[in-house]
């Protein structure tokens, strides 16, 4: 299983970005994904995460800027960014787990069987 970010890069206060995550060798019909980040001398935190079914759910701090969707023919995660500001920087990573890995819901689950490598996220 391979996932892939792309998208990240350098904008300003109020500018958008919209990540991708293209996941390759990964066939679970049930699962969550979700987008991660970490800033330097901060720990990882859960920004949004979605479910096969679609169902979407946001940190505190992003809701309504950022929106979370997947398009399964192209078997790929986006996070549309907007508003962005400089305490969204940081690096992002996306993370897939087949839902019956673990107890804990989509909305909840903070463990992840697969990473990609991230993509790093600038906002000045």
């Known amino acids: 299983v391979q996932l892939v970010e792309s998208g990240g890069g350098s904008v300003q206060t109020g500018g958008s970005l919209r990540l991708s995550c293209a996941v390759s060798?990964?066939?679970?019909?049930?699962?969550?994904m979700s987008w991660f980040r970490q800033a330097p001398g901060n720990e990882r935190e859960v920004v949004a995460s979605?479910?096969?079914?679609?169902?979407?759910w946001y940190a505190d701090s992003v809701k309504g800027r950022f929106t979370v969707s997947q398009d399964h023919h192209q078997n790929t995660m986006y996070l549309q960014m907007s508003g962005l500001k400089p305490d969204d920087t940081a690096m992002y990573y996306c993370?897939?787990?087949?839902?019956?890995?673990?107890?804990?819901?989509?909305?909840?689950?903070?463990?992840?069987?697969?990473w990609g490598q991230g993509t790093q996220v600038t906002v000045s």
């Open positions: 060798g990964y066939t679970a019909i049930s699962y969550c």
């Open positions: 979605i479910d096969s079914d679609g169902s979407a």
């Open positions: 993370a897939a787990d087949p839902i019956s890995a673990r107890s804990s819901s989509c909305a909840t689950r903070r463990e992840y069987t697969y």
